[in-house]
């Protein structure tokens, strides 16, 4: 199977190009991309069958080689900007600990807001 890059590709649209390893141009529609595929990055390496089009070759049956890029990771806050915002949480802990401490647990709201914090904050460290 031949392979190259993705040269470009209009979501919009439903096609692009790819520029194969050989130096050819092969037209990429939206129906030779696999499931769950529906934007690939332009340089996104792919292997791909050829067949012959109405305006020239045309990509069959591409698979992906290079792994899709995470959004999660992408977004990922700096480790400085994570480091307040652990600073800020152990705050909110610590208020919380002296309510159990004392035998009491925090009010519905209050549990709630402190739930939804560490799950945010936990999945900002796990990405």
């Given amino acids: ?9 209009d979501a919009e649209r439903g096609f692009g190009f790819i520029a194969a390893d050989d130096g050819t141009e092969v037209f990429l529609h939206a129906t030779a991309l696999p499931a769950g595929v529906a934007n690939p990055r332009p340089g996104a390496r792919v292997d791909f ?18 792994p899709a890029p995470s959004v999660v990771k992408a977004k990922r806050k700096p ?23 004392k035998g009491r647990y925090p009010e519905a ?6 739930a939804k914090l ?10």
Wanted: charged letters at 25%; glycine letters at 10%; zero cysteines.
């Fill in 1 to 9: 199977m031949p392979t190259g890059k993705v040269k470009w590709y």
């Fill in 49 to 66: 069958g050829v067949a012959d089009g109405k305006r020239g070759p045309q990509a069959l049956a591409v698979t992906l080689l290079d």
């Fill in 79 to 101: 480790p400085s900007e994570m480091a307040g915002i652990v600073e800020d949480l152990i705050r909110v802990l610590e208020r919380v600990d002296g309510a159990l401490q």
């Fill in 109 to 114: 709201a209050t549990s709630q807001r402190v």
């Fill in 118 to 127: 560490l799950r945010a904050v936990a999945d900002d460290l796990e990405a």
